[in-house]
């Protein structure tokens, strides 16, 4: 056997189709070629030529050599289909991520054009993708790969009421809809104390944008009443806080709304993690360096609208807004 792997090579492949052809077992093929038997066996069903036409299926070895070549291609199979190309770099640029762009062809565009994330990401940052800038589109705009870190904690205020581990379990495990996350986004300090509310729909992942002029907590809870009140009592049941002093007022949503409020343990904002996940989401549109004071309230809508048309793989690749949509129908039809 040969020291060391080396891929099969046009003259070998000849060889293999010879043997083949008089009929030779893979084992033989094999010590023919001083391979082991597993590389025949790969070759043989990877590089099998298909056709319609019975006669013109089966192993050739100038085919099987293209084959090969093609798939050893850095993001390969994206580079050798422009249109998937084409379709992958406007979803890029409609704010899909990776995951969601390969979900959604799995679920819209059949087996033939499925792609994994993890080959998307091969192809931006291999040679084509670079040369369009594509890693400029994601999510996360990095030049290369690395370990994400977590975020780290601020300080906390708020008293041991109503913690997280007194939620009720079906809150926790999203089995019924109306329980909510709320997290307050903060820009420089230079364009003013004005911030957003951002609240999301543990089940559905809808996402809301509510405009606050300072940290001032009743100012916070007054925009996240504006905002949920119109929603039916079934689809505003509770909502889970960090324990930042801008919501320490929220005694007022359980008088208004009749909403529970709960929070989470000191030091853990990762126990609302739909709501900091959503907030990520968010800040590829409106980052840190944003003066809210530049946009309307509809253009702040926008990005919201934004955020819930987006599939997502949590949600089997529907999108928040047809999720609680359809949810807000079945309460109507009763």
């Not at 990520?280 to 309307?296: K, N, Q, V, Y």
Request: proline fraction near 5%; charge should be positive; charged fraction near 25%.
């Amino acid at each position: 056997m040969m020291n060391g792997y080396q891929h099969l090579g046009l003259d070998e492949r000849r060889q293999i189709y010879q043997l083949a052809a008089t009929g030779r077992s893979v084992q033989q093929i094999a010590a023919a070629l001083q391979r082991h038997r597993s590389t025949i066996y790969r070759e043989l069903k990877r590089n099998r030529h298909l056709d319609d036409e019975p006669m013109f299926r089966g192993y050739f070895p100038t085919a099987a050599q293209t084959m090969a070549d093609r798939r050893r291609v850095r993001g390969g199979k994206i580079a050798r289909k422009p249109e998937l190309a084409a379709y992958i770099a406007d979803r890029l640029s409609a704010a899909w991520s990776p995951e969601q762009i390969a979900g959604y062809l799995r679920r819209h565009r059949g087996i033939r054009e499925a792609v994994c994330h993890e080959t998307i990401y091969q192809f931006v940052y291999g040679p084509d993708g670079r040369s369009q800038g594509l890693w400029r589109l994601l999510p996360v705009a990095r030049r290369s790969r690395r370990q994400r870190y977590a975020r780290k904690p601020r300080g906390l205020h708020i008293p041991l009421v109503n913690t997280i581990g007194k939620r009720p379990s079906e809150i926790g495990n999203r089995s019924s809809f109306g329980h909510w996350e709320g997290d307050l986004m903060i820009f420089r300090l230079e364009y003013g104390k004005a911030n957003l509310t951002s609240l999301v729909e543990r089940r559905s992942r809808f996402t809301i944008l509510a405009r606050n002029p300072s940290r001032h907590s009743a100012g916070v809870m007054s925009g996240i009443q504006h905002h949920l009140h119109m929603l039916p009592p079934s689809l505003r049941q509770s909502i889970t806080f960090d324990r930042g002093t801008e919501f320490a007022a929220f005694a007022t949503l359980q008088k208004k709304l009749a909403m529970t409020s709960y929070f989470c343990l000191p030091s853990a904002p990762w126990q609302k993690g739909s709501v900091e996940n959503s907030n990520g989401r968010i800040r590829r549109f409106l980052p840190s360096d944003t003066d809210l004071a530049l946009l309307s309230d509809k253009e702040i809508e926008a990005v919201a609208d934004r955020i819930n048309s987006t599939p997502r793989k949590c949600l089997n690749y529907r999108t928040p807004h047809d999720v609680l949509g359809e949810q807000i129908k079945l309460l109507k039809a009763r």
